[in-house]
């Protein structure tokens, strides 16, 4: 059935958001007729009007619905109140297809009040148990632990989510005069002249690892000022110590907007500046929508390969560093990343363009430097120098194809590549070996289960035991992981599964089990056909680089 009423559930923050502008415009394309809504945090709905492929957008309170439910002050009446009221409003039109990119029990308990026909995402069961109807889905929970071996963008995970285009994926953002003419307002109060270019700095971050250090910052608009650039930094009224502080350290070469903005008006200030230099934050994003050049700086747990800016030509830094990017589990006690920037690095990038951009990349020492470029197939991170540690891209590549494959069907393509060049892949191969034994173990325990279940005078203990039992394969790949870090992605995808897998009625439980199993079976032939494959030169994959 063709839907006639869309609705996308997003409680994320403003980049995720953003980033999810390409899976809403393939819904947008593929059915041109229906209605596309959009639900999300109150704080970002200004963000979502401005994303131009929806028709309606919700914003959910959270900040005044969470102090409902807190023991200590709880009004459980007045909190069904909102909840009934919100769910009221959203399905005032009946909805045909929701798609939860959201994470959070709340997000799944208002999807499922909706009551969509068909969902994509994390929901409630009748009985309110967790589950999820999207093997991207899983993927996506699976890769926030597994992050090293997770070839997708965020933008091209959500993507997969959708019906399908033969587009090249873009950011879209809508900046109105209205947006313009406040942004001119805001930096002729601050003596910004707009017709002499202007680097705009975003020096917040969601954490302290993230950040560049504001001396940084300070230095960069020192020599920018030098070069006849104006400087201008942006950010959030919660920044605007750290803002201050740049401006003093400056001398005054920077001016703040900090606290002042609008998303309107910083999406217009951004669109006119030459460049942004930002950390991992959802301002790259929004700079990255509205076509301005960026150069980001992913630093602490911020991983380039996972959220980088969807387009060409963004500069993407990195420090060369084994540990980098770090656990998101973590603190670290020695952030020496943040000091492996210099100023002096990231001023070519803001004066700059084709070949003196790429003679100053080459040159950088102690960094990982990328040049962005997109196409139809993929977002790619093209390397403008030679660093000492970075992500393997034959194995990512390896991964790509094989994620795409398994959880898409998509068919395999001959072309051209090069795999474990001088590298030993016994140990792989071992390792694909061992993961067969478990799946047999799996398989058998899961007959015995279903053995026992389906007994007319079935044991409560014996089933239970069979029960049991289903942990056993499952603390085996967890050994696994350890074992064969390589391998270990789509052991962890296995393990996100078995957790979300219903467990009110023995019935669904065996049928959730029992997917998971096959998925276990299809993924092990495919890692066999793909590792054979690669290692015959006669048979290499235009997914694999």
């Given amino acids: 059935m063709i839907p006639r009423h869309i609705c996308v559930l997003n409680f994320t923050r403003m980049g995720d958001l953003i980033q999810s502008s390409p899976l809403l415009k393939s819904y947008r394309i593929a059915y ?9 945090l109150e704080p970002f709905r200004a963000v979502g009007e401005r994303l131009p492929m929806c028709d309606d957008v919700m914003g959910f309170d959270l900040d005044h619905f969470e102090p409902l439910l807190n023991s200590a002050g709880s009004d459980l009446t007045a909190a069904y109140k909102v909840l009934s009221n919100f769910i009221q409003r959203a399905t005032e039109r009946p909805v045909d297809l929701l798609v939860n990119l959201s994470h959070t029990p709340l997000s799944a308990t208002i999807a499922s009040l909706i009551g969509a026909n068909s969902m994509i995402g994390l929901m409630r069961t009748p009985d309110g148990q967790l589950t999820v109807s999207s093997e991207w889905i899983n993927y996506l929970f699976s890769v926030m632990q597994e992050r090293s071996l997770n070839p997708f963008n965020l933008a091209e995970i959500y993507l997969r989510l959708g019906p399908g285009t033969t587009t090249t994926p873009s950011l879209s953002f809508h900046v109105s005069q209205v947006d313009q003419q406040e942004a001119q307002r805001l930096l002729s109060s601050v003596t910004v002249d707009i017709n ?25 608009a020192c020599l920018l000022k030098s070069n006849g650039v104006q400087v201008v930094v942006v950010g959030t009224k919660a920044e605007s110590s750290l ?4 401006v003093r350290m400056s001398a005054g070469a920077a001016v703040s907007l900090c606290g002042r903005t609008s998303i309107g008006s910083l999406s217009a200030i951004l669109l006119s500046a030459t460049r942004l230099v930002s950390n991992d934050t959802g301002t790259m994003h ?10 980001s700086l992913f630093l602490g747990p911020a991983s380039a390969k996972d959220t980088a800016p969807l387009g060409n030509g963004h500069i993407v830094i990195e420090t060369d560093l084994e540990c980098a990017p770090c656990s998101y589990n973590m603190t670290c006690a020695n952030p020496i990343c943040r000091e492996q920037v210099s100023a002096e690095d990231i001023l070519p990038f803001c004066l700059y363009t084709g070949d003196d951009v790429f003679n100053s990349a080459r040159c950088m020492k102690g960094v990982r430097v990328y040049q962005t470029s997109n196409d139809i197939e993929r977002l790619r991170l093209n390397s403008l120098n030679k660093p000492h540690t970075g992500y393997s891209s034959s194995v990512l590549s ?3 194809c094989f994620w795409d494959m398994l959880l898409t069907g998509a068919a395999v393509v001959e072309g051209t590549a090069e795999w474990y ?9 071992e390792g694909i070996s061992e993961l067969e034994r478990i799946f047999d173990r799996a398989e058998r325990l899961l007959a015995e289960l279903y053995t026992e279940s389906a007994s ?12 049991k039992q289903q942990i056993v394969w499952q603390e085996m790949l967890r050994a696994f992981m350890q074992k064969y870090p390589q391998l270990a992605a789509f052991p962890r995808f296995l393990l996100v599964k078995a957790v979300t ?12 089990m029992t997917e998971t199993v096959d998925l276990f079976h299809h993924g092990v032939s495919l890692l066999k056909t793909l590792s054979a494959n690669l290692q015959n030169e006669d048979q290499l994959y235009a997914c694999c680089e």
């Fill in 398 to 400: 390896f991964y790509r």
């Fill in 286 to 295: 929004l700079a990255a929508a509205v076509g301005t050049p960026t150069i």
């Fill in 501 to 512: 897998a219903r467990s009110h009625r023995l019935e669904d439980y065996l049928v959730d």
């Fill in 32 to 40: 041109p007729e229906a209605k596309l809504s959009l639900i999300v």
């Fill in 196 to 220: 002499v270019p202007y680097v705009v700095l975003q020096p917040g971050a969601s954490s302290d690892q993230r950040r560049w250090p504001e001396s940084s910052f300070a230095e960069l």
């Fill in 243 to 246: 803002a201050e502080r740049i």
């Fill in 421 to 429: 060049e001088g590298e030993d892949n016994s140990s792989w191969m």
């Fill in 456 to 467: 007319i005078n079935r044991q409560t203990d014996t089933l239970k035991d069979c029960l």
